[in-house]
């Protein structure tokens, strides 16, 4: 009471301190880096990650991370454009059919196996090297000097693609959901001014939020990207329950000081509770070994604990300030009263709930039936360059991708004969190195200093394996598991394999494990928090059984239509879906109890449904809407789906709230009404 008696007496100067923080963090935000590359989120000890950085070490000369398809009528015209790559700043090697080889043969007297990998139908495919410093700009002059004629893909590509086009996109999806989130405060609030309030209190909790960011140094692309606009539509209803609480009040309260300190204080344990089951759902994600959760964990946890602060501490002056534009600007409301809803639910809440129960376990099942994405190869699709590009190279060269793996060199018998097993392998189409070019009884000292500086260090050989496999596939896992296991039998622990198929791998590896590690923990906490704040073990487990039945039938339905999903995307929504629409359940069943001391159980729902759907409703639309938003606008495809997943779990949240929680609540009553109960009500 102290501290709301200061907050709301110092209010001019809390203001000024709030406007003066959100001016510097939106000058802080841009000084955030951002990051769109998935496999610098792969756990620092997983093999891939470690082969990388070892090769760094022993090798000047990078792994390959893009391809570069260009037309060509000769052989000549092709190295011709292999110099014009070379010459740009950022591309650190370019390899080709001449770095095979030291014949210096025109084309047509190479085998078909040999040139097929390099030079095909009229065109020439470069394995290109590219800066992580100069990513974009060396990216963006290899599309300027190939025009619409070449192509080009690979995960250097796809970060590029996404560095500039993520925040254009982003800026734009946040300027239309500013939009709807007006529209719908304004057909859900009572005077024409509670939206500016609002939404000046999102405004200034999303600025603190993304200026402090640059504690973390950097962000992710999907932090960056959805963060924001998460942090908006999950925690928009603190200030709107909060702004409802001081009108219900007015009329009881001497002054408007007064009243606001009475609504602080009758709504602190109810806004404390929903912050605080979404700060435990988002973090759940800092339990992921793939660096991408707690990357978004920590950023919504923190944002929703900035938006909970500001809500206690900004919007009740604020609420003071503009409390009589509020007054003037008064309105019917737009919303029904519900009561017709109240009705239907009654008469269909059992049948629902029974149907509930039922498909738990066939959408359980199918949840579990799934496919998946893990890297980055399909994050943009047909319709866009980056796609169209990708599917170009893979019509004339097939699916490639290139592996490097990098042995002791000493012991050139057993080199050579695990060189041969490589190349018997399926899938495996090409293989550069020192023994597959010269044989075994060549020293290495005889050879020119620039194939070896390529292949060969103080310490370490490396093999360049070239496969027609995409990077993200079974079989592109299973080659992998092949290539390791031979290394093992020769070299034992000692060798190192690098490329996309393998990071993809260990990104499946990890995403895979972290799966039933984080749902496990995100139900966990968030039962033991409903646990503290509803007192019973039976409505925990309730509400939690409620909208894990709505994550189900959420990720059934991609099962069902056959769609893979992007892992990321999977564990992710999981955690969201859980935090942020528990705070629906927990409201209805709170105002359910709260009912059941004046009437009967049917009664009691009916009330209910009247209370709170204009409540969930309001905060369920904004979030819907953010969700097919990001979906709709997003060409990043691990995004839209992310969007997609957000947008439907929430409808199902809704649904299971509004139609099938009364049901249950209805049920198993008798277990949770306590003897504070009008006794005639208790039957």
């Not at 015209?77 to 790559?85: G, I, R, S």
């Not at 319709?383 to 097939?398: E, H, L, P, V």
């Not at 592109?476 to 190192?496: N, P, Q, T």
């Not at 819907?624 to 199902?652: D, E, N, P």
Request: charged share 20%; with cysteine.
């Amino acid at each position: 009471m102290k501290f709301y008696r200061f907050v709301i007496k110092r209010r001019k100067a809390v203001f000024i301190l709030f406007a003066i923080a959100a001016l510097a963090c939106a000058f802080l935000r841009t000084k955030v880096a951002v990051n769109y590359d998935m496999n610098d989120y792969l756990p620092e000890d997983a093999a891939s990650t470690v082969a990388i950085d070892k090769m760094e070490e022993e090798f000047d000369d990078p792994i390959p991370n893009a391809q570069v398809m260009v037309p060509a009528d000769s052989k000549k015209e092709a190295l011709a454009w292999k110099a014009k790559l070379e010459s740009i700043s950022g591309v650190e090697a370019v390899i080709w059919l001449d770095d095979t080889t030291f014949t210096d043969a025109p084309l047509e007297f190479y085998s078909e196996d040999v040139r097929g990998k390099y030079y095909k139908d009229g065109y020439a495919l470069f394995r290109v090297a590219i800066s992580e410093d100069e990513n974009l700009t060396a990216n963006d002059a290899i599309r300027e000097l190939i025009g619409e004629d070449g192509a080009m893909t690979g995960s250097s590509v796809s970060t590029a693609v996404a560095t500039a086009g993520t925040i254009t996109e982003v800026r734009r999806i946040a300027i239309i959901a500013v939009f709807f989130i007006i529209a719908v405060l304004l057909l859900t609030t009572k005077a024409w001014a509670e939206p500016v309030v609002v939404m000046i209190g999102m405004g200034v909790a999303v600025l603190l939020n993304m200026g402090s960011n640059l504690i973390f140094g950097e962000i992710s692309f999907v932090t960056n990207a959805a963060g924001s606009i998460l942090q908006i539509a999950v925690s928009l209803d603190y200030s709107v329950f909060l702004m409802h609480r001081f009108e219900e009040l007015r009329p009881k309260c001497d002054t408007a000081e007064e009243t606001m300190l009475q609504a602080l204080l009758s709504s602190t344990s109810s806004i404390l509770s929903s912050g605080l089951t979404t700060v435990i759902g988002f973090a759940a994600l800092c339990f992921m070994r793939f660096r991408i959760g707690p990357d978004l964990g920590l950023a919504l946890a923190k944002g929703i604990a900035i938006s909970l602060v500001t809500v206690f501490v900004f919007v009740p002056g604020l609420i003071m300030m503009m409390y009589p534009l509020i007054e003037k600007t008064k309105h019917r409301s737009f919303l029904p009263d519900f009561h017709r809803l109240g009705n239907f639910v009654i008469r269909t809440m059992l049948p629902m709930a029974l149907v509930f129960v039922i498909l738990l376990v066939p959408t359980c099942i199918m949840d579990g039936k799934n496919s998946y994405y893990y890297g980055a190869t399909h994050i943009y699709g047909a319709g866009t360059t980056y796609g169209n590009d990708t599917q170009k190279i893979t019509d004339t060269f097939g699916e490639t991708d290139t592996l490097v793996l990098m042995v002791p060199k000493g012991n050139t018998a057993d080199e050579y004969r695990m060189i041969v097993e490589l190349e018997n392998m399926d899938r495996i189409v090409d293989i550069t190195s020192i023994l597959s070019m010269v044989g075994p009884s060549v020293p290495s000292d005889m050879l020119p200093s620039e194939l070896t500086d390529a292949l060969e260090s103080e310490n370490y050989r490396r093999i360049v394996i070239n496969a027609e496999v995409n990077s993200d596939s079974d079989e592109a896992f299973l080659l992998v598991e092949e290539i390791r296991s031979l290394a093992e039998k020769y070299y034992g622990e000692d060798y190192y394999l690098a490329g996309q198929s393998a990071s993809t791998y260990d990104l499946k590896d990890t995403v895979t494990a972290d799966m039933t590690k984080v749902n496990l923990i995100a139900i966990a906490a968030v039962f033991l928090v409903l646990l503290f704040i509803l007192h019973s073990f039976i409505l925990s487990a309730l509400l939690v059984f409620s909208i894990e039945g709505a994550i189900w039938i959420n990720m059934a339905i991609p099962a069902l239509a056959g769609n893979p999903i992007f892992y990321i995307a999977y564990l992710i929504i999981s955690s969201i879906q859980l935090g942020a629409t528990v705070d629906y359940a927990i409201l209805m069943t709170e105002r359910y109890r709260e009912n059941r001391q004046q009437m009967d159980r049917r009664e009691a729902v009916r009330k209910t449904i009247m209370d709170c759907t204009g409540s969930v409703m309001t905060s369920g639309t904004v979030l819907t809407i953010v969700g097919f938003l990001l979906y709709f606008l997003s060409t990043h495809r691990l995004l839209a789906q992310l969007g997609l997943l957000l947008g439907v779990g929430t409808v199902c949240s809704l649904c299971v709230v509004v139609f099938i929680l009364p049901g249950l609540l209805y049920l198993i009553d008798r277990f949770f009404v306590g003897s504070g109960s009008k006794k005639r009500f208790v039957q």
